[in-house]
């Protein structure tokens, strides 16, 4: 394993368990990986808002990719300057790779009149009925509500209908992924896509072209993430199957759920790093 690794990460379901979105079995790992330096980056369909918080709560410090890699927030202290083609909003230089949250809502509006029944999107729903449908606290509820980017979207239609509806929204300009619990509705970002302009950042700081990205997640959105990483973790989830890659090599499937798997995968896989921080 070369000097340099970056860990990217999907949350729920993956670093947080998909019930409880709790970490407790991957924070000693994390603790570790923090003294030995390897950044940890979350990589995940939560805004902006949720992020902030939830970096504070495990101790994070590093930047972070939000809706489905619809932008990049980098703390200010991260590197020695500013990189090119991102703006400074509060502490973060922030790149992004998609158009607002107003112009899918807007979309979804003019065009998607038929399938209206089918679907309540964040901008709908009550703060209560997301409680409802996720079990988050009300401020955590709160904070997912605070979308910047993209609509997520409460399907409750057939899958025939769902399928006829990713379409048309496709034939729109639209990107469609599943998530954990949703359909997020955005433009042509993902995951994948922000995880390689951040390597490309992290690279070049640390003048070392041998830098290997990992990556770990559970869903279908975490897929253009897994497919780009130089080592793809499938994070095994007590609700849907692997996510199906395309790739052969380099690729392990977790024995434990969430952050269990999480923390033993990493264990196995830098056990000669993180020995080293002990």
């Given at each position: 394993?070369?000097?340099?690794?970056?860990?990217?990460?999907?949350?729920?379901?993956?670093?947080?368990?998909?019930?409880?979105?709790?970490?407790?079995?991957?924070?000693?790992?994390?603790?570790?990986?923090?003294?030995?330096?390897?950044?940890?980056?979350?990589?995940?369909?939560?805004?902006?808002?949720?992020?902030?918080?939830?970096?504070?709560?495990?101790?994070?410090?590093?930047?972070?990719?939000?809706?489905?890699?619809?932008?990049?927030?980098?703390?200010?202290?991260?590197?020695?300057?500013?990189?090119?083609?991102?703006?400074?909003?509060?502490?973060?230089?922030?790149?992004?790779?998609?158009?607002?949250?107003?112009?899918?809502?807007?979309?979804?509006?003019?065009?998607?009149?038929?399938?209206?029944?089918?679907?309540?999107?964040?901008?709908?729903?009550?703060?209560?009925?997301?409680?409802?449908?996720?079990?988050?606290?009300q401020k955590k509820a709160e904070q997912a509500k605070q979308r910047l980017f993209g609509e997520p979207l409460h399907w409750q239609g057939s899958?025939?209908?769902?399928?006829?509806?990713?379409?048309?929204?496709?034939?729109?300009?639209?990107?469609?992924?599943?998530?954990?619990?949703?359909?997020?509705?955005?433009?042509?970002?993902?995951?994948?896509?922000?995880?390689?302009?951040?390597?490309?950042?992290?690279?070049?700081?640390?003048?070392?072209?041998?830098?290997v990205t990992i990556a770990l997640g559970d869903g279908d959105n975490d897929i253009a993430m897994l497919e780009a990483a130089n080592i793809a973790?499938?994070?095994?989830?007590?609700?849907?199957?692997?996510?199906?890659?395309?790739?052969?090599?380099?690729?392990?499937?977790?024995?434990?759920?969430?952050?269990?798997?999480?923390?033993?995968?990493?264990?196995?896989?830098?056990?000669?790093?993180?020995?080293?921080?002990?």
């Amino acid at each position: 394993m070369p000097e340099r690794v970056l860990i990217f990460t999907d949350l729920d379901g993956t670093l947080l368990d998909h019930y409880t979105y709790k970490a407790d079995a991957a924070l000693s790992t994390l603790a570790q990986l923090a003294a030995v330096d390897i950044p940890v980056i979350l990589n995940t369909s939560k805004t902006k808002a949720e992020l902030t918080a939830i970096t504070k709560e495990l101790a994070i410090t590093t930047p972070f990719i939000v809706e489905n890699g619809a932008a990049v927030f980098i703390p200010i202290s991260t590197f020695a300057q500013q990189p090119e083609d991102t703006v400074q909003i509060d502490n973060y230089w922030v790149k992004s790779f998609c158009l607002p949250r107003q112009h899918w809502l807007d979309l979804l509006t003019e065009h998607c009149q038929a399938f209206h029944k089918n679907y309540k999107g964040f901008s709908q729903l009550t703060v209560e009925q997301l409680i409802e449908l996720t079990g988050l606290t009300q401020k955590k509820a709160e904070q997912a509500k605070q979308r910047l980017f993209g609509e997520p979207l409460h399907w409750q239609g057939s899958d025939s209908e769902k399928e006829d509806f990713i379409q048309l929204l496709c034939d729109l300009g639209a990107n469609v992924l599943q998530g954990g619990r949703f359909l997020h509705v955005s433009g042509y970002s993902d995951k994948g896509q922000a995880m390689i302009w951040l390597a490309s950042l992290y690279r070049d700081f640390y003048n070392d072209n041998e830098v290997v990205t990992i990556a770990l997640g559970d869903g279908d959105n975490d897929i253009a993430m897994l497919e780009a990483a130089n080592i793809a973790i499938q994070v095994r989830s007590p609700v849907n199957d692997f996510p199906v890659l395309k790739r052969q090599v380099s690729t392990i499937k977790t024995q434990g759920y969430g952050p269990q798997g999480w923390a033993e995968s990493l264990q196995q896989l830098l056990s000669s790093k993180l020995t080293k921080g002990a």
